[in-house]
């Protein structure tokens, strides 16, 4: 059974930092972009980053981009999602998942999906 799990979510303040966590298990993601995606109460899933299951290549959000880092540690199955100078727009759950090939698109209906993780960033 494929599983993606995220953790790290939490409340922080304005300026703050956190640091999400995807865990992957049930199969192989050797070949599969693994993406980070949000969607905030009332708006729509928005894509955050994505990144090659290798590494070698990065995309972000422009919103995200030089405050957001995603990267992955293949000997634990996981990706990360490093999130500096939060502001309160960010808050929303943050959704991984998993896709063989790179789409970017909020709307996109990838392969595999976590069950989201709740980030709030005070004012």
């Known amino acids: 059974q494929v599983q993606l799990v995220e953790s790290g979510g939490g409340l922080v303040q304005a300026g703050g930092s956190l640091r999400l966590s995807c865990s992957a298990s049930g199969r192989t993601f050797s070949n599969y972009w693994m993406y980070w995606l949000r969607q905030a109460p009332g708006k729509e899933r928005e894509f955050v980053a994505t990144?090659?299951?290798?590494?070698?290549?990065?995309y972000y959000a422009p919103s995200m981009t030089g405050r957001f880092t995603i990267s992955r540690d293949n000997a634990k199955n996981t990706v990360y999602l490093q999130m500096n100078s939060l502001k309160p727009e960010d808050t929303a759950i943050y959704y991984c998942?998993?896709?063989?090939?790179?789409?970017?698109?909020?709307?996109?209906?990838?392969?595999?999906w976590g069950q989201g993780t709740q980030v709030t960033v005070s004012s």
């Open positions: 998942a998993a896709h063989p090939r790179l789409v970017i698109g909020g709307s996109y209906e990838y392969d595999y």
């Open positions: 990144i090659t299951w290798t590494g070698d290549s990065t």
